[in-house]
């Protein structure tokens, strides 16, 4: 299984909005609505943002927000701050009871 | 509070051996699904394992089959994984995760991870 395509690194400045991308195949992505982002600061466990694509755990501020089209998913965080600054990683179901993962993408607030 | 404590990382040769633990507490561990996760130095994530609530269902990623086992212990709130002809390409942190109930497409609870080096 491939891994998924997200860009290295996105930066943007406090109150802005970015969005990072996250693309697949057809047997991945494109075949399941599973996608979930996990954000993880350096040295840390990482932590769950948004699972099933679009849904947001218990806690989780409504500034971050995700979205699908075809074999792309998108995370977007409205309002950037400080405390966003992390790496942040993609992951899919992929049939079989597998996850297929991004290689992570570090946004950097400016 | 949901805490999962990841041990048993360390230095091993490659061809070597190493026994991951993973001890949980603050939910039913017996009625949840467990992976192991592992991240390579400076890498993104990789899903190597995973097993259902009662060990009825057991899954490795390709990379792993065959050398890596994982097991449970539900009377003592416990994940492992036994770790056979290690390979450099196996220095990562691992960690263990949770996946939530009637879902096993996400993880909603990580340990802080342990760190196994493959190095002569």
């Known amino acids: 299984q491939s891994a998924l395509t997200q860009p290295a690194s996105v930066s943007g400045s406090p109150g802005q909005s970015i969005t990072i991308s996250c693309t697949g195949t057809?047997?991945?992505?494109?075949?399941?609505?599973?996608v979930s982002w996990y954000q993880q600061h350096p040295g840390k466990a990482p932590k769950l943002m948004i699972y099933e694509g679009t849904k947001r755990p218990s806690g989780i501020s409504d500034r971050f927000s995700g979205s699908k089209s075809g074999n792309t998913a998108s995370l977007t965080i409205s309002g950037l701050q400080a405390e966003d600054e992390a790496d942040y990683h993609c992951?899919?179901?992929?049939?079989?009871?597998?996850?297929?993962f991004g290689g992570g993408t570090k946004l950097t607030v400016l | 509070e949901v805490q999962l404590v990841e041990s048993g990382g360390g230095l091993v040769k490659p061809g070597g051996s190493l026994r991951l633990s993973c001890a949980a507490s603050g939910f039913t561990f017996s009625s949840y699904s467990m992976k192991w996760v592992r991240q390579a130095p400076g890498k993104g994530l990789e899903w190597v394992s995973s097993?259902?609530?009662?060990?009825?269902?057991?899954y490795h990623a390709d990379s792993v089959r065959g050398r890596f086992t994982i097991s449970r212990d539900n009377a003592k709130n416990s994940l492992f994984l036994q770790m056979n002809s290690l390979r450099a390409e196996d220095t990562a942190v691992y960690y263990c995760a949770r996946a939530p109930l009637g879902a096993f497409w996400y993880l909603d609870s990580w340990g802080q991870g342990t760190l196994v080096t493959v190095s002569s």
């Open positions: 057809s047997s991945d992505i494109g075949g399941y609505n599973l």
């Open positions: 097993i259902s609530s009662t060990s009825s269902y057991i």
């Open positions: 992951c899919s179901y992929a049939g079989s009871t597998t996850l297929v």
